[in-house]
């Protein structure tokens, strides 16, 4: 026999190194709060069903809140040798109140335990986030609507391609947020279902009551069946999954922060307090946030194949190998409410320069499709036009003119379907407010979408 907790089929004690290697201890203890909520909610359960007396649930309760009190204190004595943080506790509790102690683990095993205690935290972590995300949406809505008339040159291709309104631009940055958030709900869904009850693999021989466990936890309901319970790491991966895409979508983001602040496009500036300097070069200004956004996705991507992979070829039930899925989910975590909260801070404090943005629009023949549109207006066949426009463009490379800055003669020369109100249709004003419905970028849309999108925020 050894001195471990399971040490009594055991006929020597475990090898040093193997003692560090499977425990898990230095990286699970920040699930201390929440294996004790699951603790307390488990000894209230058993009383209930008359397993533990009364004194017995009472004397664990008030034990388990001092443990809680030393671990929050830094006095508790954390050790290496107890494995992980649910053996630390729980012989703490022992310490603390004798044999009473002991019954805790009564219909109840590691491999529930930590499966119900990862969800408990990951939910109250699902919570946390989200808020960030509300932060962030709302963020972008009323930026949006204050650059509702701010015209930018839309890209394809990274080349302009037409005008578009700023606010635009930014109502497309929250619709990938919004679904996002979707995405993060709904994952919350499948995170909120509860492992206790399972025991080990089977279930448990007493008379436990997993509804009122489940109540007391404020999950949704017990899990379904048993073996499933403690094997399940899907909730990880599926919310590994929603971080991966916010990332994605946090990096596209960044990469265009870092292109409009660079002296060649030069659209916005970003404060002082988001970038750094060069120690070498006294006139850099430089976007790290943005930058170690765009470089952080891939650590997360990175966790999600991690997690993917370290479940693929597990066999029912319980697997030591499920140890491992802490870590990456903690980092994914960590990284992205470090993104998020970078990200929501940041983007209301986009300053746009919008002389920039309305200047480089006008440079790159943006308004060369309302050109092409407004000879179909007038009765030219729309490949036809295409062709007349092209033959335009090209005059205008060897002038050094914008469609816009053409004489009417000069215009003529490609089709005599064009009269002296083009220049309506050649103007950037003009040409986003012709795009005038629903999903368009002429102003009074995006101010119109904003509002559609602020009124969505409150009430989800
Ligand atoms: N530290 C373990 C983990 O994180 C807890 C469950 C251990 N169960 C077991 N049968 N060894 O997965």
């Known amino acids: 026999q050894t001195n471990q907790s399971w040490g009594g089929r055991f006929n020597e004690p475990t090898d040093a190194f193997v003692e560090k290697f499977t425990a898990s201890v230095d990286f699970d203890r920040r699930l201390y709060h929440h294996d004790i909520r699951g603790s307390m909610a488990h000894a209230t359960m058993l009383e209930r069903v008359g397993v533990l007396t009364v004194e017995e649930r009472d004397t664990i309760l008030e ?6 009190k ?8 954390w050790s290496v040798a107890l494995e992980d943080v649910h053996m630390n ?7 603390k109140i004798g044999i009473t102690g002991k019954k805790l683990h009564t219909g109840r095993s590691r491999n529930d335990q930590v499966a119900t205690d990862i969800r408990l935290y990951l939910r109250d972590e699902i919570d946390t986030l989200e808020a960030e995300l509300i932060r962030l949406r709302s963020g972008m809505i009323e930026l949006a609507d204050r650059e509702a008339d701010t015209i930018m040159p839309g890209f394809t291709h990274l080349q302009t391609a037409q005008p578009v309104t700023f606010g635009h631009h930014l109502l497309a940055w929250q619709e990938m947020i919004a679904r996002d958030h979707e995405r993060l709900r709904d994952c919350r869904k499948r995170v ?13 021989t007493y008379p436990i009551d997993r509804h009122v466990t489940a109540e007391l936890l404020g999950f949704e309901r017990p899990a379904e069946n048993s073996l499933d319970a403690v094997s399940d790491r899907d909730f990880a991966i599926e919310f590994v999954s929603f971080a991966s895409l916010l990332l994605m979508h946090l990096s596209r983001m960044s990469e265009e922060l870092v292109l409009w602040t660079s002296a060649q496009f030069d659209f916005i500036d970003l404060p002082d307090r988001f970038c750094t300097g060069s120690s070498i070069m006294p006139q850099k200004k430089n976007p790290d946030v943005p930058e170690l956004v765009r470089g952080k996705s891939g650590r997360v991507y990175g966790h999600l194949v991690g997690l993917l992979t370290l479940m693929k070829s597990q066999p029912l039930a319980y697997n030591k190998d499920n140890q491992e899925d802490k870590e990456p989910l903690f980092d994914t975590l960590d990284t992205v409410k470090g993104c998020l909260k970078a990200f929501a801070d940041m983007v209301p404090a986009i300053e746009a320069k919008a002389d920039n943005m309305h200047e480089a629009a006008r440079r790159g023949f943006s308004t060369a499709t309302d050109l092409a549109d407004y000879l179909v207006r007038r009765g030219v066949a729309f490949r036809d036009a295409h062709e007349i426009v092209g033959q335009s463009v090209a005059h205008g490379l060897e002038r050094h003119k914008d469609l816009s800055e053409m004489s009417l003669a000069e215009l003529r020369q490609f089709s005599t379907a064009i009269d002296e109100d083009v220049f309506e249709v050649l103007t950037l004003e003009g040409s986003v407010a012709a795009r005038n419905h629903i999903g368009g970028t002429a102003p009074d ?6 509002q559609r999108a602020r009124d969505a925020l409150a009430t989800t």
């Open 63 to 68: 034990g388990l809140a001092e443990v809680e």
């Open 192 to 204: 909120n279902v509860m492992p206790l009850g399972a025991a080990a693999l089977a279930g448990t």
């Open 70 to 77: 030393e671990i929050e204190s830094g006095q508790f004595p």
């Open 89 to 95: 506790i729980e012989a703490r509790l022992t310490e």
């Open 445 to 450: 849309q995006v101010r119109a979408a904003a």
